[in-house]
């Protein structure tokens, strides 16, 4: 530990701490404070309970103490809570967890407590990213000289040959230098030198110029992303950004635009140097306007929808009101529905779509990513999902360190938090629900990666930037999750027992009736989430004790359906709406 | 057929409502018992309407393309049909509305109603089950409790069974003075034993107390009922309805038990709103179900507005009350409410769901369906609207108990044998009149209707069919499936149950028009590029899974293609009467049912 840690801990062991986890009997044991962690051991012989909190998952702390000396009755003291000690003082930390968890602590002694509390405090919100557990974190199976991350852009590009004659990678942001937050090659049209390339960038907030996110195989058609053009009051214009997006179709085809702002957004935007692509100088581009929540209000929606989760109220009316009110559904709603008319412009009608809102790394990423699952099967696969997700948005420069500093719980005043992971994850449940065969992967995969963006042993949501991974050696310090996850004894708890791949699009209901609450994240750590486990671990023993059954017969990848009549798999289909 | 004055109609339009651009043509038929539309595409798709199951047909303003009617069904289904003539669409609107409106029992569809089963057949099917087995099956203490003789021929109470179980300490004296003392004699019974602790679950109508009146019969009747639990020293009287209405019964001579009078009692009331508040409350929600393109806002609104979940977390609260008294505290409970056969059902039938294993199987829930709700006098034919008549009798008191199961079964999804198929079909079949088990309001009136010798039994039916109505999660091992349930009742935990009240939702479909009619608002030109476009795929996708095939079909569209109505197994016997049969019973695969034939 280095001397920097030790100095935020006074206090590293309290002896006879009570501490409440949800759904458990009250514990008494050890709390310990260690540079990263919480360390809680039961005062017990044998299968004594142990938690392991990471620090940097605490979202928010909140202490009570009580200096009662020379009271003998504690009369605030909860049930399972008695005083050792002479101290005559007690206190209480609740924390609550970025995962949304809540526990607590009764520690006996004011000083003990106090300590304690800043301690967590401190530990929790390390400015420094060297600093966090990611460094630390040496787990004796992992290596650090193993391969960190899936993919790159020029393997997505050497992969994909029917790019090639028409679709070229560039290396123009080699040195950062012309996207701060784009990785080093990115793909363009060929027709498009890197010289009008460091141009149109220039033309693009933040140097987000457009470049090729997915290919669509089927016809050609491909989805781009970008920041706003920075058009500006006087509708300034930018001859190697016309020409780059006409590149990118043919002569007589038409590009769509889709635009995450409302047009008036779009429209005030320029006031501030930026806006939108107008008709007049790109002619062969149709602009929409779908407007997307961000930024603030999408982190005001969960932090007001995890305090409807969280109201013991029974209530209906009161409990429906604020679901309303927190706005949350809706902005799944919208995510899915210009997910979805992105993909129909492309796979229905045969058109190229770009895609851009302000910045160009939350809501664009979040239509384009969600778009691909829709549309594209290879993203459905786990590791394609995990190879989207790297390419969508850590190599994309989604700011996860800004827009995860904190989640739901925090006190502390807002910066530039904003869920919008959480909105691709949810929506991207939403689709496992609605299709419960054609994803790889398993809701537990979503709720480890709703973990892991906000608080993680691995460096993969660490940084905003390539860039900045790069300059603090990100890669050669830390472990990735992703490639973690893929190993084959982790893997196993994150698939879909019930996957079965489909080469077509699948088109999500966004009718409203369609759509529910993720109970499993928003309410994980309630009684109704155990129940859905269990079924969950239910249909995984269906699915192995049919694999049993069917291994004598020679079959090596069996499935599910095919051994077992139609009406069973209807009727398990039926019973998956509620997982 | 007297009210069938045009029996074919060619060239009509069928649209569902929530697809309004999807638009089959084809013939209709009117037959006396169903409603048939066979479409003029080669796979000549039939749909099938049962005549009991419409709720209501609405004639709506004629359009150049013909002239409209809109006939909702009592399963939520909607549909519209555009006729091309004005004198056959006052026609067909003038046959439905008196079709589904029969005036007399004798006109219902159970009575013509002929699946391929002989006398013996029919016989045994009726006999699938016994009520007095399942008394034995709770394990009734025989020196506690004992079945009396006491309202045989429907002596004392005409609107209970004949076959009865009271405490053994109950004189006939006791009965009778107590069956005198309770709104229309209905007296206090057995409903469920609970062999682990000895509880009963008792069920009765209100007493007639007024301000003062007490009998000491009815007094003694209670005691009895403590008494028969042994360990306990009290028994709990479970009021279900709001404590104001209650007290505002007792200045009609009715009202409930005061704890003054009756010793060892504890009143509890639960607050379970009364059938006029409750039918109010589900149109509004299936008017929500209805919504064309509602925002998420108006959805979640308008599920608010209508107070349902809020009215059937009270209904499962009252039976998790119930359950955690028997079962925890060890502690008979009588129910009631005004006249113990609509609240009273409710909160007895789930209090058993919650406690009994049995009641979670396909066969226990037939059981328990048959007990608290036909044996004990629900008054179906009144609350479905079987016959014409008083339309303020009308109430989803029984679509509540189904949707309080299926609440259940989203918060335990091994703990049931059944499925929502299920429960949907059960649902249908309340209302479609083709089985003759819940025709009439009693035992006595269906006995006297001779149902057993006129009708078939669903039960046997559903049964014969059980491979679709199996949930594959159940396993008789697994610890949901074990013990009483204990279900979480945070507001939280209640859903919006879509496939009840949005059922002809196609996905795919939905969420294309949406998005179609949003981007035509920007641009016309797109909009005729898709139009071109969309001719195809609309044609297939919805109706055919070709577009996404069935498995991995969006479950909206899956529902939509494989409905809840069974595909029929006495296909034959649908198209009487037989001098208008239409000329498709070569097809018997009819895809899009409204009701099961």
């Known amino acids: 530990m280095t001397m920097e840690f030790s100095e935020h801990i006074k206090t590293a062991n309290v002896d006879d701490v009570v501490l409440k986890l949800p759904l458990r009997p009250a514990l008494k044991g050890t709390l310990c404070v260690t540079a990263h962690h919480l360390v809680f051991s039961e005062r017990k012989e044998e299968g004594s309970y142990q938690l392991l909190l990471l620090l940097r998952s605490v979202d928010a702390i909140e202490k009570s103490v009580e200096n009662l000396l020379g009271y003998p009755q504690y009369p605030s003291a909860g049930p399972g809570q008695r005083m050792t000690g002479l101290s005559g003082s007690s206190g209480t930390i609740v924390i609550k967890c970025k995962d949304l968890r809540i526990l607590q602590f009764d520690i006996p002694g004011m000083e003990e407590c106090l300590n304690v509390a800043s301690s967590i405090e401190a530990l929790s919100s390390l400015e420094s990213v060297t600093e966090l557990y990611p460094f630390f974190h040496r787990p004796r199976e992992l290596s650090l000289s193993e391969p960190w991350g899936l993919s790159s852009p020029q393997q997505q590009y050497a992969q994909t040959e029917r790019l090639w004659d028409r679709w070229r990678l560039s290396k123009v942001n080699r040195n950062f230098s012309v996207c701060m937050s784009y990785p080093r090659t990115v793909i363009v049209p060929c027709a498009i030198d890197d010289i009008t390339l460091a141009k149109a960038a220039s033309f693009r907030q933040g140097g987000r110029f457009p470049v090729l996110c997915y290919y669509h195989r089927s016809n050609g058609m491909v989805i781009m992303r970008s920041s706003q053009p920075m058009t500006g009051a006087n509708r300034k214009r930018c001859r190697e950004d016309e020409l780059l997006l006409q590149a990118a179709i043919d002569e007589s085809e038409m590009g769509y635009i889709i635009d995450t702002r409302s047009a008036q957004q779009a429209q005030q935007a320029r006031m501030a140097g930026g806006g939108f692509e107008s008709k007049a100088f790109y002619h062969h581009w149709r602009r929409l306007h779908r407007h997307l929540e961000r930024g603030k209000v999408l982190q005001e929606s969960l932090i007001k929808l995890v305090e409807a989760c969280g109201d013991p109220s029974q209530n209906m009316d009161r409990w429906l009101s604020k679901l309303e009110n927190s706005k949350w559904l809706s902005h799944v709603h ?246 | 057929m007297d009210h069938i004055r045009t029996p074919k109609v060619e060239n009509v339009r069928w649209l569902d409502r929530l697809t309004p651009r999807r638009i089959a043509v084809g013939t209709l038929y009117l037959s006396s018992t169903h409603t048939i539309f066979v479409e003029n595409s080669d796979a000549r798709k039939e749909t099938w309407v049962l005549h009991s199951l419409v709720g209501s047909v609405e004639r709506l303003a004629g359009t150049p393309a013909g002239c409209p009617l809109l006939v909702r069904c009592k399963n939520f289904q909607v549909f519209q049909l555009l006729l091309p003539q004005e004198r056959d669409c006052a026609d067909v609107y003038a046959s439905l509305a008196h079709l589904s409106r029969p005036e007399r029992y004798g006109d219902l569809y159970c009575f013509s109603f002929q699946p391929n089963l002989d006398k013996e057949e029919r016989e045994r099917a009726w006999n699938f089950l016994d009520l007095l087995a399942d008394f034995s099956r709770m394990g009734i203490p025989s020196n506690l409790w004992h079945a009396t003789p006491a309202n045989h021929e429907y002596r004392v109470c005409d609107t209970y069974p004949s076959e009865l179980f009271v405490p053994k300490s109950a004189s006939p004296a006791v009965i009778v003075g107590s069956a005198k003392f309770r709104s229309r004699g209905r007296f206090p019974v057995l409903s469920y034993y609970h062999r682990d602790t000895s509880a009963a679950v008792c069920r009765s109508s209100q007493p007639l107390s007024g301000f003062s009146a007490r009998s000491l019969e009815d007094e003694q009747m209670l005691q009895a009922i403590m008494k028969s639990n042994p360990a306990s020293e009290y028994v709990y009287v479970v009021d279900t309805r709001p404590k104001l209405n209650a007290m505002a019964n007792r200045a009609a001579g009715k009202g409930y038990e005061s704890e003054d009078h009756y010793s060892n009692i504890r009143l509890h009331f639960v607050a379970i709103d009364n059938i006029h508040v409750m039918r109010s409350s589900q149109q509004k929600l299936a008017d929500v179900g209805d919504l064309r393109s509602p925002s998420m806002g108006d959805f979640l609104w308008g599920l608010e507005n209508s107070g349902w979940l809020k009215h059937i977390k009270a209904v499962l609260d009252a039976g998790v009350f119930i359950a955690k008294a028997v079962a925890e505290e060890g502690v008979s409970v009588l129910v009631h409410c005004s006249d113990g056969w609509d609240r009273t059902a409710q909160a007895c039938s789930v209090a058993s769901v919650l406690l009994d294993p049995y009641y979670r199987t396909l066969k226990g829930f037939m059981v328990l369906m048959e007990k608290d709700w036909v044996s004990f006098g629900h008054k179906f034919s009144h609350r479905y609207a079987h016959l014409d008549g008083d339309p303020r009798e009308v109430s989803p008191v029984l679509d509540q108990f189904l949707e309080c199961v299926w609440q259940l079964m989203e918060q335990f999804p091994c703990a049931f044998e059944f499925n929502e198929r299920f429960l949907l079909q059960l649902h249908t079949h309340v209302h479609s009149c083709q089985y003759g088990n819940f025709i009439g309001n009693s035992q006595k009136e269906r006995k006297e209707l001779r149902i057993r010798e006129r009708t078939h039994s669903v039960w046997h039916h559903l049964w014969e069919n059980r491979v679709e109505f199996i949930n594959p999660l159940y396993r008789v091992d697994h610890n949901q499936t074990q013990g009483v349930l204990r279900p979480v009742t945070t507001p939280y935990c209640f859903k919006f149950w879509k496939n009840m009240y949005s059922p002809v939702e196609r996905g795919v479909a939905m969420r294309l028009s949406d998005c179609l009619n949003a981007v035509r608002e920007e641009s016309q030109q797109l909009e005729e590029e898709l139009d071109a476009h969309q001719e195809v795929p609309r044609e297939t996708d919805a109706e055919q899974g070709i577009h996404t095939p069935t498995k991995h079909a969006c479950l909206e569209t899956t529902l939509a293609l494989y409905p809840h109505a069974t595909v029929p197994s006495h296909t034959h016997k649908l198209g009487q009467p037989s001098n208008i049969c239409p000329p498709f019973l070569k097809n018997p695969r009819v895809l899009k049912l409204v009701t099961p034939p």
């Not at chain 1, 530039?416 to 992971?421: H, K, L, S, V």
């Not at chain 1, 890669?475 to 994150?494: A, G, V």
């Open chain 1, 334 to 579: 919208s995510a899915l529905s210009t997910a979805g008319l992105v993909a129909e412009c492309v796979e229905r009608d045969g058109h190229s779509v770009l895609v851009h809102g302000f910045e160009g790394t939350d809501t664009t990423l979040l239509v384009t990513s969600l778009a691909q699952l829709i549309l594209d099967p290879a993203s459905r696969t786990f590791r394609g999902f995990l190879q989207l997700l790297e390419r969508e948005w850590v190599q994309a420069g989604h700011p996860f360190r800004q827009r995860c500093a904190h989640s739901a719980h925090s006190h502390a005043r807002l910066r530039q938090e904003c869920p919008a992971f959480l909105l691709l994850l949810d929506a991207t449940w939403q689709l496992g629900r609605q299709f419960p065969l054609a994803l790889e992967f398993s809701e537990v995969l979503l709720l480890r990666l709703a973990q892991d963006a906000y608080a993680s042993d691995y460096g993969t949501f660490l940084c905003s930037s390539e860039q900045e991974r790069c300059a603090l050696q990100v890669k050669e310090n830390t472990h990735c999750l992703f490639q973690f996850l893929l190993r084959r004894e982790e893997r196993e708890k994150y698939v879909n027992p019930l996957y079965e791949a489909t080469d077509l699009a699948i088109w999500p209901s966004v009718h409203p009736q369609s759509l529910q609450l993720w109970t499993g994240l928003f309410l994980r750590w309630t009684e109704y989430a155990q129940t859905m486990d269990e079924a969950r671990e239910e249909i995984w023993t269906i699915v192995k004790e049919r694999k049993e059954t069917d291994r004598p017969k020679g079959c090596a990848h069996t499935t599910l359906s095919r051994h077992d009549s139609f009406t069973n798999v209807e009727n398990l289909m039926d019973e998956l709406t509620v997982l």
